[in-house]
């Protein structure tokens, strides 16, 4: 065991979060046009502190093409340990859009502390996370000269719009990332001090629904009663798509769902899970809504769902405009779970669109981008290995947990590189993931980087 | 007849044009706290021309009291013709907001003439149609050196959101507005070159419903599935509300709507309507909807409606955001018939909403503003004074219409002053009221004005 490189990250850790809140401080909103600058400025960021850490071949490889403008990928690797593994870390350095602003305490992009959390947009997703990795790798190595494995590392400006440029280089170019494992940390305990991996992800596609009526707006005094409303046709399409009840009535929409193992939904079933808890502290609705034949670790993690992020279009000011907009559009995602397969979810949501559409309107269904579901097998030697060392730190048994949430990428490392990914994160669940006041705990923050430091030699022992 | 006014309307029609312009390019939207000063600078253009023109007891009246920030009302008189009629003319200074801007062909505020139409926010709605009584006032007074009737001025800031300004001012100091009959320029022509009246209108409510969930907003990759979402509550009770036939579904809705007499039906039906050519020339939707036992003009003028105008809330930027917001609006109104009051209609829609919201959320319905249904009786001299105006400038008989569009004051004017309505307006079908490519066809401005002098000199033969 590498006491010294421990004993570093002590030592540095203030630094540690100095540095972390530069990164912060860059608004690197991926699905921004106008923050593209931010994006790359992030990305060079990361760049430097990874030369700064010693690690080699530090560079951008950038993802835009004759098809698509993407943001760049960071590089890294160190592969001085012949005979040894080699891991893949991954995070990402873009994040999503910081509105609603005025419901930030303190602004998105000026990192601030309090009651030993740092808040920010990207705090903990993933910026925060990110910075474990460099952090853990700059200890070993500016501490021991070397590090107890091989490392590639590769950091990506697409994740929070779906990654399509890693997706590609993946496919591409799948050898330069070739190795034995892969390290994610984008994922969250399951309750503070509780060690967690995660080994599941849902999938996800969202695609938005345009309806258009008329050919212009219109005056809803003249107009209303002849003219199509195209809010009113899709909520009319929604509220046929998403029932009360919660299910989804699109056809075969549930066909290929795979239901969780037996002995996965027993260990579910013992996780320190109180759902009145969670009802009143994370979400603070009247009441849970869902599939009630289903528990709700079971409905976020295996169950597949839709929601609605947002309906542009109309009149969105203050006060009253009487208009019946030509159009309007629903932003609609629907979580996968293993089993599902993007494409064929998309198709059968855009026929049912095209089926049930009301009178008066038509309908484009927009795919925006997708991710695939996947599930990781509990039983290889890394798995093993990051539970061990997150045990070492928290001082309890690792628990294993899925995420309702998706990256892309996990699913394509898993069947591009045919490699084991460990998503050993120290999130929260009050977190505030894609909210307002997102933040990340500084313990977790140091702790992660003390078990990051441990796995690395675990897999290299 | 004074042939010298209508000369001097035609000598001056230029500069008339000329000045209106000036007025629509004072971006007066009266729902947008932003242009609070510019809604004053056009009451003062208005007043200056009102004095130029030769009235008299020009001002502005405030409508600020401790409950509200008002817009103020434009107040003018000429009084000098004893025993004759006093006709009350009424007009609005405010517009609607110009969005979606990038609509427009030429800028809002930016006037500018095409194929003998003058484009502008507020071309005919209401500042062109304002502008004919001004300048008929002035040519009158300006050739003749007096005027035919006396004639009192009331023009509005709010009437795009509401008036509640003049309505309480109509309450208060209904004396101030005596008069034997209003002249409202506000509507339009049932088609291009018809003589036209409007003889009823429709009310309505404006209503905001704002849902909330979560206490906050959500990712929807780990809470999709457990939390409610506001959008799909708000689909579910707007698909509930509004069904697909067009039928309202709120209990006792259409209880006390009044029928149009059946001499009424029979003038509509003999009105050159064609519905095909309506649909594709106005509407442009694939087909025209609402309930299909009415015809189009019933749906229109004597059909109360339901629209949803814009649903703020959650998303709306390019791409993508995964949030499942804590709370989200529905702007909604409702076109409201004689036999229906808007507080009653409200109570209902707030009932069936208490009684039909999804799990999981809670609803609030705010009362934006509202507008009273009138019918105006055409067995009067005034309504019989203006017919034969029109009938003397545009050569063919007048026909009655209703509107399907609110004027809340007229409602007032019939209520609290007991006088009739005489309103005479020179739209056209295709001028994009509330739409982006708003215009005013300038011959009917010319005619219009023709029409207003001839009209002042029949009441006051």
Redesign the interface.
């Known amino acids: 065991m590498s006491e010294k490189a421990t004993q570093y990250a002590q030592q540095n850790g203030a630094r540690f979060v100095d540095e972390l809140k530069d990164l912060l401080r860059i608004p690197s909103v991926s ?3 106008e923050h593209v600058e931010d994006v790359r400025k992030a990305a060079q960021f990361v760049a430097d502190h990874l030369t700064a850490a010693g690690l080699q071949n530090v560079k951008l490889i950038e993802t835009t093409t004759s098809e698509r403008k993407g943001h760049p990928l960071v590089y890294a690797d160190w592969l001085n340990a012949p005979g040894k593994p080699t891991v893949l870390c991954y995070g990402h350095y873009d994040v ?2 910081a ?2 602003l005025d ?1 930030w305490k303190t602004p998105p992009f000026e990192p601030t502390e309090r009651d030993g959390n740092i808040y920010a947009r990207g705090a903990v997703d993933d910026k925060g996370q990110l910075w474990m990795h460099v952090k853990a790798l700059e200890s070993l190595l500016k501490a021991d000269g070397t590090l107890p494995v091989n490392i590639k590392v590769i950091v990506e400006g697409e994740e ?3 990654g399509e440029g890693i997706a590609a280089f993946v496919r591409e170019h799948g050898d330069v990332l070739k190795a034995d494992a892969a390290l994610v940390s984008d994922t969250e305990m399951f309750a503070p001090e509780l060690p967690t991996l995660c080994v599941g992800l ?1 999938g ?1 596609i ?1 695609a938005e629904l345009e309806v ?18 195209p ?2 046709a ?3 399409i ?3 798509m ?1 029932r ?1 009840d ?1 299910h989804i009535a699109i056809p075969g929409f549930y066909d290929n769902v795979e239901a969780p193992t037996k002995a996965e939904l027993d260990a579910w079933r013992s996780l320190p899970f109180d759902e009145e808890h ?1 009802r009143k502290t ?10 009630e034949a289903f528990s ?1 670790l079971e ?2 993690w295996s ?1 597949p ?21 030509a159009k ?1 559009v ?2 609609i ?1 629907f ?1 996968l779970v293993p089993g599902m397969k993007p494409a064929e979810t998309f198709e059968k949501y855009k026929k049912f669109v095209e089926e049930n559409m ?5 309908a484009e269904v927009r795919m ?2 997708f991710g695939e579901p996947i599930v990781v097998s509990t039983d290889n030697d890394y798995i093993h290995a990051a539970a061990a060392a997150m045990k070492d730190v928290w001082g309890k048994d690792t628990v294993y947990v899925r ?4 990256i892309p990428i996990v699913g394509d490392f898993v069947r591009e590189l045919g490699i084991p990914t460990v998503m050993m994160g120290f999130g929260l669940p009050d977190d ?6 997102e933040k990340f705990h500084l313990p977790n923050f140091h702790r992660g980087i003390a078990s990051i430091i441990r796995f690395f030699e675990k897999v290299g022992e």
């Open positions: 699905t921004a046009p999503q859009p509105e609603p419901e929070e719009v779906g849902r996800m969202y258009r009526g008329a050919m212009t707006d219109l005056h809803s005094g003249m107009y209303g009663g002849a003219a199509p409303n809010f009113i899709l909520a009319q929604i509220a046929l998403k009360a919660g969670y994370e979400v603070g609705s009247p009441a849970l809504t869902g599939e709700v409905r976020t169950r769902t839709m929601d609605v992020h947002g309906m542009p279009g109309g009149f969105i000011g203050a006060g009253a405009k009487t208009v019946i907009p309007a629903a932003k995602s979580r009301p009178k008066g309107v038509t925006i981008h995420g309702g949430g998706s505030n993931l894609h909210a307002p006041n």
